[in-house]
């Protein structure tokens, strides 16, 4: 078998400034290689380690679709010394990206299903890999009715402005954007997302829901879904931790027996409740 | 299919020596006051009287420092910044004298490597441990701080992950040949002839006295079969950790501690990716990018170690991650012993 600690070299065609601050930005990867090309077939919700020679890796989230052929898109905060170095890459530069690694988005379980997607803040890049997923031609009559709730602290947080604009003027999904507060130019909600979460009041008929954001979003989200009607089983959302190897053996992303590189980092309400609270 | 033999001690510097020719020669070495697992050239650096080394033997198959990669961030090269594999262990090694503890040891790191999947390994694990052959030396005199019995086909002269087992019977050594790769290694070596019946007897003799003499042995039947988040939210860990000063020797010298961290290294242009030794003990092992760390404080990092070896590895791979060597009370700085550790968790 081949070793899973080599990352697959890729080039960056296109670097993408998400905001304002330059906090946050998109790179969008080719590979060298057709054999790992074809090789890398991901599915929503997965994630990869991008590495850097001489700086070490970094597991980030894949905020493509696997309906996007060609290329991987990964949308990176500038936070520690690998992203910060990342930040400063330039077009054409040669990394690499280990994966696709982790266990995805339950497709299985949430097709033919109404979608419900609640994302804040910067953890939207996954969801944008799942919204991509369902919306692409083949895959749409796959899902039933998908509404999205997504805010930011202000405007320019939120991410893939561009791509919200298309979705919003489409009818086969229904997109709602809050921010924490009034802001000059914001014509749309504001409010916290688990108050517009509430007042949107998205239907658990037949649905399953992904909700990624800041732990204290999530905190208090998931009273209003479970009041909502959504069991914990249908409750789907997604960990962060510190990982090395991504693949099980390095030790540290561990929540009791579950590894959050391998056994996750996508879990359900209720695995995450039969599991220590460590995280 | 075992197959018993005897090798007189005078000769045993010969046997050490022949081997040595032949394979990588790993065995122990004193050096001062530490007695350690080393590649040695020659069966006179060789000391085969000891009660058990200071430091495991897991170093044979997962170093401290290991490469996993090579590159070069030279911009006029064409290769520039792509991971090129280090292929580790072309030769074949033997693990000469090591205890049945640490052997045990080997299967349980090699769960944790091949993560109980087939089809599935480590590589860099893998291929040290296909061309690895281990001979045991059975444990005569255990230590007051050994509790090995207390685990199913464990013991002092335990023969699991063994091909070949000795005996030391006083003036020599009672050899007995566990696998079709311990008879490879042996054949033809002449220092070694057929045992005779008394000494096959005396060698028993010396394995039950052997296994009698392990005292301090450890119950796990509770730990099994309690919830593991009623466990982990037990008080018991608040009073437990207090005396921990995090210091990480306990995983260090563990058999079968194995976290890593992977680590780049650049020096004019030639870089290495590296795996080295972690350990849960550290704060930074699991600190996240954003400044949040899910186990910030001694008491989560204590928790975490113990927990990992006998529930965790237990929920996960139906065994724990310990095989009794007693290594880690003798080397606790402020005397955290293990077995008391898991007779509070067993209550």
């Given at each position: 078998m081949s070793n899973p600690y080599i990352p697959r070299p890729v080039k960056i065609q296109e670097i993408i400034s998400e905001t304002w601050d330059g906090s946050l930005k998109t790179f969008k990867l080719v590979f060298l290689k057709q054999d790992d090309e074809d090789a890398f077939r991901h599915v929503p919700g997965q994630f990869a380690e991008l590495s850097i020679a001489g700086k070490g890796e970094i597991p980030i989230g894949i905020a493509?679709?696997?309906?996007?052929?060609?290329y991987l898109l990964f949308t990176v905060n500038k936070m520690g010394v690998v992203t910060t170095y990342l930040h400063n890459m330039s077009i054409g530069d040669v990394m690499g990206v280990r994966g696709p690694l982790g266990r995805p988005f339950p497709l299985d379980k949430m097709e033919g299903k109404n979608i419900v997607i609640v994302g804040g803040g910067f953890a939207f890049t996954t969801l944008r890999s799942m919204i991509v997923y369902m919306l692409s031609v083949s895959n749409r009559?796959?899902?039933g009715n998908i509404t999205v709730i997504y805010g930011a602290?202000?405007?320019?947080?939120?991410?893939y402005k561009e791509e919200l604009k298309d979705w919003e003027r489409r009818d086969d999904i229904k997109i709602v954007l809050t921010v924490d507060r009034e802001a000059e130019g914001w014509h749309g909600r504001v409010g916290l997302i688990p108050h517009v979460t509430k007042e949107i009041?998205?239907?658990?008929?037949?649905a399953y829901v992904i909700v990624c954001g800041p732990p204290i979003m999530i905190k208090f989200t998931q009273p209003v879904l479970l009041e909502l009607g959504f069991t914990p089983e249908t409750i789907i959302m997604s960990l962060e931790k510190r990982m090395k190897?991504?693949?099980?053996?390095?030790?540290?992303?561990?929540i009791g027996p579950n590894y959050v590189c391998k056994d996750g980092p996508v879990f359900s309400l209720s695995e995450l409740r039969k599991m220590p609270h460590e995280y | 299919m075992m197959k018993e033999l005897i090798i007189y001690k005078n000769d045993i510097a010969k046997l050490l020596t022949k081997l040595a020719e032949e394979v990588t020669l790993i065995a122990p070495v004193k050096r001062k006051n530490t007695l350690l697992f080393e590649h040695v050239t020659?069966?006179?650096?060789?000391?085969?009287?000891?009660?058990?080394?200071?430091?495991?033997?897991k170093s044979s198959l997962f170093p401290q420092c290991e490469k996993m990669m090579t590159f070069t961030?030279?911009?006029?090269?064409?290769?520039?910044?792509i991971m090129k594999d280090v292929e580790t262990q072309k030769h074949k090694q033997v693990i000469f004298g090591i205890r049945p503890c640490d052997a045990k040891s080997f299967l349980i790191l090699d769960k944790v490597f091949s993560q109980?999947?087939?089809?599935?390994?480590d590589p860099y694990f893998s291929r040290r441990k296909e061309k690895t052959i281990v001979v045991g030396l059975g444990c005569n005199r255990p230590l007051s701080?050994?509790?090995?019995?207390?685990?199913?086909?464990?013991?002092?002269?335990?023969?699991?992950?063994?091909?070949v087992i000795l005996t030391d019977l006083g003036d020599k050594y009672l050899v007995a040949v566990l696998t079709d790769k311990g008879k490879e290694l042996l054949?033809?070596?002449?220092?070694l002839s057929e045992a005779d019946s008394a000494s096959i007897d005396k060698a028993h003799q010396i394995r039950d006295i052997a296994i009698t003499s392990v005292n301090s042995n450890i119950k796990i039947d509770r730990i099994k079969v309690k919830d593991t988040s009623e466990l982990f939210e037990d008080p018991l860990w608040d009073k437990l950790c207090?005396?921990?000063?995090?210091?990480?020797i306990c995983t260090y010298i563990c058999p079968t501690c194995h976290c890593f961290d992977i680590q780049d290294e650049v020096i004019e242009n030639e870089g290495v990716r590296m795996r080295i030794w972690d350990s849960?003990?550290?704060?930074?092992?699991?600190?996240?990018a954003s400044g949040h760390?899910?186990?910030?404080t001694k008491k989560e990092r204590f928790r975490q170690r113990f927990m990992h070896k006998f529930k965790y590895f237990q929920d996960k791979?139906?065994?724990?991650?310990?095989?009794?060597?007693?290594r880690c009370i003798r080397s606790c700085p402020v005397n955290i012993d293990i077995r008391q550790v898991v007779g509070e968790m067993n209550k």
């Open positions: 493509s679709s696997p309906t996007e052929k060609g009559s796959r899902f602290r202000i405007p320019d947080m939120l991410l009041a998205p239907s658990s008929d037949d190897c991504g693949i099980g053996i390095c030790g540290r992303c561990n | 020659s069966g006179n650096e060789v000391t085969l009287d000891f009660s058990n080394s200071t430091l495991s033997v961030t030279d911009p006029e090269a064409e290769d520039a910044h109980g999947e087939p089809g599935f390994e701080t050994c509790f090995c019995t207390s685990f199913d086909e464990s013991g002092p002269f335990a023969t699991e992950g063994l091909d054949k033809d070596k002449d220092m207090e005396t921990c000063i995090g210091c990480g849960c003990m550290f704060p930074l092992y699991t600190l996240q760390n899910p186990r910030a791979f139906n065994t724990i991650s310990c095989v009794g060597c007693g």
